[in-house]
């Protein structure tokens, strides 16, 4: 079992940046593939970037060149920097946690990029 709390949403003008944190218990972290996916008004959630235990890493087109995820396995975190943030990345954030067959999600961060 893996319980996911993100922090570090909020409100951002486009062209600015945030940095997204999503916070682990439980055990096993390290096995886990971590994910950040986003779900805006009306859409269906979508995968913005994944990182597997061994550190490979997955985009959307959407992200590449603007969004790096990372993790930490001794804090038990994973990161999602965002730059040149457009009115287009507004959506709830949520963290992800995926050993197959089982998945956990957290309860997801607002962020909002408007001028």
């Known amino acids: 079992q893996v319980q996911l709390v993100e922090s570090g949403g909020g409100l951002v003008q486009p062209g600015g940046s945030l940095t997204l944190s999503c916070a682990a218990s439980?055990?096993?972290?390290?096995?886990?593939?971590m994910g950040w996916y986003r779900q805006a008004p009306g859409k269906q959630r979508e995968l913005v970037a994944r990182?597997?235990?061994?550190?490979?890493?997955i985009y959307a087109d959407s992200a590449k060149g603007r969004f790096t995820i990372s993790r930490d396995n001794a804090k038990k975190m994973v990161y999602l920097q965002m730059n040149s943030l457009k009115p287009e990345d507004t959506a709830v954030y949520y963290c992800?946690?995926?050993?197959?067959?089982?998945?956990?999600w957290g309860q997801g961060t607002q962020v909002t990029v408007s001028s």
């Open positions: 439980g055990t096993f972290f390290n096995i886990y593939t």
């Open positions: 992800n946690a995926r050993q197959l067959p089982n998945s956990y």
């Open positions: 990182i597997t235990s061994g550190g490979s890493t």
